[in-house]
């Protein structure tokens, strides 16, 4: 009875069309997805990896053998990383340009993902591990000063609502996706399972742009 009475004010909105308006909606965002492609991807993949790494790090760890503190450790790095390379990272998009940053992120972490199984020497693997965070933080705040750039009016705020919902499907979509993966794969399908979706946006871009460039 109760969710019921919960669905009645649905009905004052039949009135307004709501099909129609998400129907446009929908379309919307398509539209502003095809504009910039490549900033919704990166923010996807950022969302994805950032969210799969803070809830199964501990766990990565765990499955390597190290015990319970060095995982908490590790999880501590990965959060404070995260925020404390930012300003640099800002200060080098302002001087070489952010979509250039955005770039040099992802191949940066391609990389690293690769080499994380192998880096067990502890002040390396701290470095790494702060390095590797900031790296995808990179992948939302860039992007998503991009959109700034890329969009005006009206348009800006529908592109924030759009990165903002993209965002948190990787959110969702990366700790299930690897999870599973280590679980019924490997323990290192966790950063193999990064570098492959990295090196997928990649791959996408590239073709992008070469197919952007044939057809000028």
């Known amino acids: 009875g109760v969710i019921t009475a919960a669905t009645l004010p649905l009905f004052f909105l039949l009135p307004h069309d709501p099909i129609e308006q998400m129907a446009e909606s929908d379309h919307k965002a398509m ?4 504009e910039a492609p490549f900033l919704f991807g ?15 790090i501990g766990i990565y760890a765990r499955e390597l053998g190290y015990d319970f503190e060095r995982g908490i450790f590790l999880l501590t790095i990965l959060i404070i990383g995260g925020l404390i390379v930012q300003i640099p990272i800002g200060w080098l998009a302002d001087r070489i340009g952010a979509r250039k940053v955005i770039y040099g992120a992802l191949i940066a972490a ?9 880096f ?6 701290v470095l790494i591990v702060i390095v590797y965070a900031s790296l995808l933080q990179s992948l939302f705040s860039l992007p998503l000063a991009l959109l700034g750039q890329r ?14 919902l993209v965002f948190e499907v990787g959110s969702v ?6 999870g599973f993966a ?6 290192h399908a966790l950063p193999f399972g990064a570098a492959t979706i990295i090196a997928a946006l990649l791959i996408f871009q590239a073709y ?8 000028s």
């Open 151 to 164: 969009f005006e009016g009206a348009k800006v705020t529908a592109a924030n609502a759009l990165f903002v």
């Open 120 to 125: 067990d020497y502890y002040s390396v693997q």
């Open 42 to 56: 990166s923010c996807f993949v950022g969302g994805f990896l950032m969210v799969a790494y803070f809830g199964l």
């Open 182 to 187: 280590m679980t019924n794969i490997h323990p």
């Open 173 to 178: 979509t990366g700790p299930t996706v690897l």
């Open 208 to 215: 992008r742009l070469a197919f952007w460039r044939e057809s």
């Open 110 to 118: 391609f990389f690293i993902s690769f080499g994380i199984p192998y």
């Open 31 to 34: 539209s502003l997805f095809r």
